[in-house]
């Protein structure tokens, strides 16, 4: 059974910076596409970054966002920096049953629990 579990999230002044982990257990992440999303109250769940066989972001995080992964230690992460009030969010971890990512978060097969990410201004 594959789980996913995310952590870092917190409370965090506008420009500053947060680590979000994901921790997958259940299988070896190596051969498989990992992605970030978010959700905030009231809005649809959005693209964040996925790590695949290429790596890209969404257009609103680029070069203030991070995505990496340590497969000896099966867990993706999320840097984030300049952080702003707009991203403040449930940040989500999602892995998916093949290597190329996806910016749809219907074509991810696994997904975490959420960890909150508040910005203050």
């Known amino acids: 059974q594959v789980q996913l579990v995310e952590s870092g999230g917190g409370l965090v002044q506008a420009g500053g910076s947060l680590r979000l982990s994901c921790a997958v257990s259940?299988?070896?992440?190596?051969?498989?596409?990992m992605g970030w999303f978010r959700q905030a109250p009231g809005k649809e769940r959005e693209f964040v970054a996925a790590?695949?066989?290429?790596?890209f972001y969404a257009d609103f995080v680029k070069g203030r966002f991070t995505i990496s992964r340590d497969n000896a230690k099966n867990t993706v992460y999320l840097q984030m920096n300049s952080l702003k009030p707009e991203d403040t969010a449930v940040y989500y971890c999602?892995?998916?049953?093949?290597?190329?990512?996806?910016?749809?978060?219907?074509?991810?097969?696994?997904w975490g629990q959420g960890t909150q990410v508040a910005v203050s201004s």
């Open positions: 259940g299988r070896t992440i190596s051969s498989y596409a």
């Open positions: 999602a892995e998916r049953n093949q290597g190329w990512g996806s910016r749809r978060w219907l074509e991810y097969d696994y």
């Open positions: 790590d695949g066989r290429s790596t």
